[in-house]
């Protein structure tokens, strides 16, 4: 909805610098297409138990739940969530024909202090009749998600406003993230080099690779965007953001010895 003042009307890329949002989250509208919404939701759920599915699983897995689609409508689905299985396969991962890919650096570095390894990824939030993107980065070493952003496309802006955002808390040593054209991009990978970060990213169809982020994936999902069911993306936001509160300053990790990842990170003590 538009603000008006004294009839004179805000632009709509104030409004959303205003109220601190995506400009394209003002002009996000449902998606028309309700049975689309229903298999991706089914998609998603299926998705996080078996991240190893493909497109041709994943429309047998439909088909035994009474869905007649066809494996070209559960690609095009799965390429809107953005979502592809995680083991290895060739041609998989794109990233833009023109933007530089640089290698894996992890393979079998330890990772021991805070701000040694940040990893970023995206996964698709359903909500009720539609869907929205989130991009979290995350400090590997205390599992503490450094920043977040929301988005209701695949745009790169919103991945460039969660690296500004995760840049106020600290300068990692390595980033590393997947192949994919946000994260390739010039505007990207150039705010990264400025700061003496080395890049790594991972190897085509190799989830593993940023297994700590796919782990918060599955529990934010499990523990919060399934059971709260979202209606749209201010709701999302909200949620989400009280979610990754919680899970950073309360939710203790057997990993970590029972802290919370901000008691790690901050290095706090119960």
Not at 104 to 125: A, C, P
Request: positive net charge; contains cysteine; hydrophobic residues 35%.
């Amino acid at each position: 909805m538009l603000i008006e003042m004294t009839n004179t009307t805000i632009p709509i890329r104030r409004q959303a610098e205003l109220l601190d949002i995506a400009r394209s989250t003002v002009y996000y509208k449902p998606v028309v297409d309700s049975y689309d919404i229903d298999l991706m939701r089914l998609i998603d759920d299926q998705y996080t138990k078996t991240p190893f599915y493909g497109s041709r699983r994943m429309m047998v897995s439909l088909r035994r739940r009474g869905h007649i689609v066809n494996r070209k409508r559960v690609q095009r689905l799965m390429r809107v969530m953005g979502i592809e299985a995680i083991y290895p396969k060739p041609n998989l991962s794109k990233p833009h024909p023109y933007n530089k890919v640089y290698p894996y650096l992890l393979r079998d570095v330890k990772i021991n202090r805070n701000n040694h390894v940040w990893g970023t990824d995206i996964t698709f939030v359903r909500l009720d009749k539609g869907w929205s993107y989130l991009v979290a980065i995350m400090d590997w070493y205390s599992r503490y998600v450094v920043s977040w952003e929301l988005s209701t496309s695949l745009e790169t802006d919103f991945c460039i406003r969660a690296l500004d955002k995760a840049f106020a808390e600290g300068i990692p040593e390595i980033f590393n993230s997947d192949q994919g054209s946000q994260f390739t991009s010039l505007e990207f990978t150039s705010k990264l080099e400025q700061n003496n970060i080395r890049i790594s990213m991972d190897g085509k169809g190799r989830a593993i690779d940023n297994i700590f982020t796919e782990r918060l994936w599955r529990t934010l999902k499990y523990e919060n965007v399934y059971i709260m069911d979202y209606q749209n993306v201010r709701e999302a936001r909200k949620g989400i953001n009280d979610y990754i509160d919680f899970y950073n300053i309360e939710r203790p990790h057997q990993s970590l010895g029972d802290k919370t990842p901000a008691e790690v990170y901050y290095g706090r003590n119960n």
